[in-house]
């Protein structure tokens, strides 16, 4: 038999010692009980690091979509054999769901480390790459849903240039979409990576410095067949249910997008707003504290690029109790459309770049 040479698809973990740091409070006593969840598991590095870290008593429930993550879990070298741990196939939007169901609640802290893992972008087979020629599947969840191809196959033009442009904030959306549904309809519909990255280089006008002419509109159709914002402002909206007073929120997300969400869900929950039309009104009972912002060391990115982008938010659940009024009145954020707004760190120096955020909302110390 012929020695299998493909190289294994790995993940290096993002933020991996800052993210789990950020779960409790690192300087307090013996180790933590209680049920932290790792809502996006991928290759298991946070899980891993947690499951070393916690206390006897404590547990780890990891979540993830990806059925290869699953399996890669439970099975072969990568497995995980704690009693503490346990991983469920589930979309993160339900993390609350899953959680009550299994009887876990409350929830001492939550990880999130969104976006694709390098297995998901590293595996042709799984139509997320322009690097390789493969059928344009694009979904985390390989059992259900519909693919980028298939989603191609029906779209009409304006609604395909809506999601090019705001998810890929892509300047050439028009023109894309067009020349995508004009090759459809003379019965050539797009199926491949190959041909989805030729149609778009041939309607891009303009390069972006060492950026694929395709980038945009790869990550555009990725965030919609896997509905990630949607997916992601859930999943923030559960975490004021579900965790306990001091519970920690810990997201890691990898594009402006997605940090945006973050960051407006974290100051919508945690900084007093007068209302202009009700000054003497009592305050909004506030629901988070935002705890800090952290982006990769230049060591962590000189050793994997992909950390670049990467940005941490961190917030901490107050000891208000929920209500439905609580949430209720409250900006939802929901939407897609984003500003121009790009994350404000720089990375450099030794360490990660970290922002102390005090109880009033206002940054101290730490370098941006
Ligand atoms: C960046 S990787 C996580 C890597 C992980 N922290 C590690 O150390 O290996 C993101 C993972 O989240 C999963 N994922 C993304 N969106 C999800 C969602 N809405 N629900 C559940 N899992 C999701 C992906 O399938 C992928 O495995």
Same mark, same amino acid.
Request: hydrophobic share 40%.
């Given at each position: 038999m012929q020695e299998d040479k493909t190289p294994p698809l790995l993940h290096r973990t993002v933020l991996l010692q800052e993210a789990v740091d950020a779960l409790w409070d690192a300087d307090s006593g013996p180790a933590p009980r209680g049920v932290y969840v790792d809502a996006t598991f991928g290759r298991g590095g946070h899980s891993r690091l947690m499951l070393s870290k916690l206390g006897a008593e404590a547990r780890v429930l990891a979540l993830d979509r990806d059925p290869d993550a699953i399996l890669h879990a439970t099975q072969g070298e990568g497995a995980i054999v704690d009693a503490r741990f346990r991983i469920e196939h589930a979309a993160f939007s339900s993390w609350a769901q899953v959680v009550s169901d299994l009887d876990m609640g409350p929830v001492q802290g939550l990880l999130m480390d969104i976006g694709v893992s390098s297995p998901q972008i590293d595996n042709p087979a799984r139509g997320f790459s322009f690097r390789f020629d493969a059928p344009l599947d694009m979904r985390m969840d390989t059992t259900q849903g519909e693919s980028?191809?298939?989603? &191609?196959? $029906?779209?009409?033009?304006?609604? &395909?240039?809506?999601?090019?442009?705001?998810?890929? #904030?892509?300047?050439?959306?028009?023109?894309?979409?067009?020349?995508?549904? #004009?090759?459809?309809? #003379?019965?050539?519909?797009?199926?491949?990576?190959?041909? @989805?990255?030729?149609?778009?280089? $041939? +309607?891009?006008?303009?390069? #972006?410095?060492?950026?694929?002419?395709?980038?945009?509109?790869?990550?555009?159709? $990725?965030?919609?067949? !896997?509905?990630?914002?949607?997916?992601?402002?859930? *999943?923030?909206?559960?975490?004021?249910?579900? &965790?306990?007073?001091?519970?920690?929120?810990?997201?890691? +997300?990898?594009?402006?997008?997605?940090? $945006?969400?973050?960051? !407006?869900?974290?100051?919508? !929950? +945690?900084?007093?707003?007068?209302?202009?039309?009700?000054?003497? *009104?009592?305050?909004?009972? @506030?629901? @988070?504290?935002?705890?800090?912002?952290?982006? %990769?060391?230049?060591?962590?990115? +000189?050793? !994997?690029?992909?950390?670049?982008?990467?940005? @941490?938010?961190?917030?901490?659940?107050?000891?208000? %109790?929920?209500? *439905?009024?609580?949430?209720?009145?409250?900006?939802?954020?929901k939407g897609t459309k984003s500003t121009k707004g790009k994350p404000k760190g720089k990375t450099g120096g030794k360490h990660a770049a970290k922002d102390v955020i005090t109880k009033s909302g206002s940054v101290k110390g730490g370098r941006r």
């Open positions: 980028a191809a298939d989603y &191609l196959a $029906r779209a009409s033009v304006d609604d &395909l240039t809506e999601v090019i442009r705001t998810y890929g #904030e892509e300047r050439f959306a028009w023109p894309i979409a067009k020349a995508l549904i #004009e090759r459809r309809d #003379e019965g050539q519909p797009v199926r491949t990576t190959g041909e @989805l990255s030729a149609v778009v280089a $041939r +309607s891009v006008r303009t390069r #972006e410095f060492g950026q694929d002419p395709a980038t945009r509109t790869f990550q555009a159709l $990725r965030i919609h067949v !896997n509905r990630e914002l949607g997916e992601l402002e859930d *999943a923030l909206e559960s975490a004021l249910t579900m &965790l306990a007073p001091g519970g920690r929120l810990a997201v890691i +997300s990898f594009h402006s997008l997605e940090d $945006r969400i973050v960051k !407006n869900f974290i100051t919508r !929950n +945690s900084r007093e707003e007068v209302d202009r039309r009700a000054p003497f *009104a009592n305050p909004k009972p @506030l629901m @988070l504290h935002a705890v800090a912002r952290i982006k %990769p060391s230049a060591e962590e990115v +000189s050793a !994997n690029p992909r950390s670049r982008s990467a940005v @941490l938010r961190v917030a901490e659940r107050t000891e208000v %109790p929920w209500t *439905a009024q609580s949430g209720a009145g409250a900006d939802s954020g």
